[in-house]
């Protein structure tokens, strides 16, 4: 008996010195998460098995049961905070406020007192001497020890539920430390329902604790507990600014995260549970893309111009472990500010490759003549050559002018206000040169633009069907040209040809209803031939023109977002559309602007000259 004694005495005295030596550990890396409850939970483990290894090696009945009552601070603690450690360790942090910690401090708090005063023996209806038991006293419990199991038993069952549903759920780098905590949360326990049912004649709790402290020494150095703490998969995935979403086998979604749900707001309900049919049902195209992209069970990525964005869309086929395909994994990004980035880069690009083209050749000719002039304005005494000399700097500075333009209109508009159209429009007209051609508006909207650049806009369309629109004399057929550049204050060549060509009418008007866009139109001679390439940058079939007139209206139409389309109008002239502009109501039109709509509404306005 002798031998058995001191053998569960030293398991009881080395379950306290591991509890001690690892709470110690634990506590260095305190400020690591769940660190601080799970070195208290070992710390009170050590004092429940510290106090019966005293309480029976002593021969004194009130220091055995001093310990006995002091074994129950052990075990309050050491239920209260193994669950707080496992809500942290599982993810669950959150949920550790001073509220939960205050609601799992009550039961402890009430137990220690009952267990100190006893009133009315609840706890313990008698303590008598008994040498032949381990602590050296036989105790009959009271009606309070049995809510108290019973409430411990059910903290430790819902601990050991969340680890089993994080032990499912984790990767490997995390199963062994989740294996290691579900170990050290059931056998204790079932330690103390087989000394409940009489099964072991001493307490093995310590024992179990010994258990648990290997278990907690194997987690801690071998799957560095406290050094690799998992992150929660919900904290993750609601941080992703990707939409993520996890469908099964039948093409259903089965979970999916913050971003993806805001993706599919359009869809009624819940899209939990939906398969890709009834999902998609009124966009057949991305349902064609699903299948497509779900064809083969292999990584694919896919980028694609979808619903007036740009996305990223990589899809991973998941398996169960056993290599059994359960589902697919679609993460999908936003890339449209990237797009729109690289975009802007390409067309900086592009007018880089522009300019260099100006540098080298159409500054160059011109250049090359005025030499010529002055070498032989020089070598003859004629000053008269000086005159085509200045006629080529002329050329020089507009072709300049307009290089810096294209370089200024390329760039996105960053601002808008809401302009009146109309407005616009006659303050454009009134800049130009228009001689005795005349200005319809057919239709007005306010419009959200850049002032400058809308100006600008308008102010080249209206020069290029006054400068190139008019009918021309038969003698002069072979010579039509498109051109739209020159200075901004309209200051135009003509020559005496012109002056005999009837006047045209220019309009402005708005398309489709609501308003998407507007368009000019005249009733010229329309476009040329090779049409396609008049918003070509330095495209012009006119010798005194640069060439870059409509370059630098497409360009001011790319930077607001729209788009510019060339076609006949219904005179017969040339008509330019552009759509996709932005509209708003009337009130908010900047003020001073006038307003002119509906189609009956024409006014036309004599030109006023630059």
């Known amino acids: 008996m002798a031998t058995g004694h001191d053998a569960i005495l030293t398991m009881y005295g080395l379950s306290a010195v591991v509890g001690i030596a690892l709470g110690v550990v634990v506590w260095r890396h305190r400020e690591k998460r769940g660190a601080i409850p799970l070195s208290l939970c070992l710390f009170a483990t050590a004092v429940y098995s510290g106090s019966l290894f005293v309480a029976s090696a002593v021969d004194s009945v009130a220091i055995s049961t001093l310990m006995v009552q002091t074994l129950f601070i052990g075990i309050g603690t050491s239920i209260a905070t193994i669950f707080l450690f496992v809500l942290e360790y599982t993810g669950r942090e959150r949920l550790v406020t001073r509220t939960t910690v205050a609601i799992l401090a009550i039961e402890p ?10 009133p009315g023996n609840v706890f313990f209806e008698s303590v008598e001497p008994d040498p032949g038991s381990l602590t050296g006293i036989e105790i009959e419990w009271g009606i309070a020890v049995g809510l108290h199991v019973l409430y411990s038993y059910v903290v430790m069952v819902a601990a050991a539920v969340l680890v089993l549903e994080f032990l499912y759920r984790s990767r490997s780098v995390y199963r062994g430390q989740a294996a290691a905590l579900l170990g050290a949360t059931i056998i204790p326990t079932a330690a103390n329902i087989l000394y409940v049912a009489e099964v072991f004649p001493f307490d093995p709790m310590p024992i179990g604790y010994l258990i648990t402290g290997t278990l907690f020494t194997v987690a801690i150095f071998r799957y560095q507990l406290v050094d690799i703490v998992p992150i929660a998969r919900d904290r993750v995935l609601d941080n992703v600014t ?23 707001a359009d869809v009624e309900g819940s899209a939990i549970g939906l398969d890709i049919d009834s999902i998609f049902a009124d966009l057949p195209e991305l349902r064609d893309l699903y299948y497509d992209l779900t064809a083969d069970t292999v990584e694919t990525e896919r980028e694609l111009a979808l619903m007036g ?5 990589r899809v991973t086929p998941i398996d169960d472990g056993r290599d059994t395909h359960v589902g697919w994994l679609f993460i999908v990004r936003d890339v449209t500010e990237r797009k729109r980035h690289e975009e802007q880069l390409e067309r900086q690009n592009k007018r ?74 006659r303050q454009a007209w009134e800049n130009v040169d228009t001689a005795d051609n005349a200005l319809s508006i057919d239709g007005s909207a306010v419009v959200l633009a850049d002032r400058t ?13 006054v400068e190139h629109g008019s009918p021309s004399p038969a003698s002069q057929a072979q010579q039509d040209a498109v051109e739209h550049g020159g200075p901004t204050d309209g200051a135009a060549n003509t020559d005496d040809a012109t002056e005999s060509v009837p006047p045209l009418t220019v309009s402005v008007g708005v398309l489709g209803t609501p308003v998407y866009g507007f368009y000019v139109a005249d009733d010229g001679r329309g476009l040329p031939d090779d049409g396609e390439r008049i918003f070509e940058q330095g495209y012009t079939t006119n010798e005194d023109g640069t060439g870059f007139g409509l370059s630098i209206v497409e360009q001011i139409a ?9 076609t006949e109008s219904e005179a017969g002239g040339a008509r330019f559309e552009l759509a996709g502009v932005e509209t708003t109501d009337s009130s908010d039109a900047v003020p001073g602007s006038e307003s002119v709509r509906g189609a009956d509404s024409t006014v036309e306005t004599p030109s006023s000259g630059p």
Do not use: C
């Open 352 to 425: 880089l490759e522009r300019f260099a083209d100006v540098v080298s050749h159409d500054l160059r000719n011109p250049l090359s003549v005025a030499d010529g002039y002055v070498d032989l304005a020089l070598e003859t005494g004629d000053v008269s050559h000086l005159e085509k000399v200045q006629r080529s700097h002329d050329r020089m500075e507009a072709i300049i002018d307009d290089v810096l333009a294209l370089a200024r209109e390329g760039e996105s508009v960053s601002e808008t206000e809401p302009l009146e159209l109309a407005a616009v429009a």
């Open 453 to 465: 650049r809308l100006l600008r806009l308008l102010e080249n369309l209206f020069r290029n069907a």
């Open 109 to 118: 708090i009430v137990v220690v007192g009952l267990v100190f005063f006893n």
């Open 309 to 313: 964005g740009h996305y990223h869309i």
């Open 558 to 566: 790319t930077a607001h977002g729209w788009s510019i389309d060339a």
């Open 242 to 264: 990707d939409g993520v979403f996890v469908l099964d086998r039948e093409d259903r979604i089965i979970d999916t995260n913050p971003a993806g749900r805001e993706m599919l």
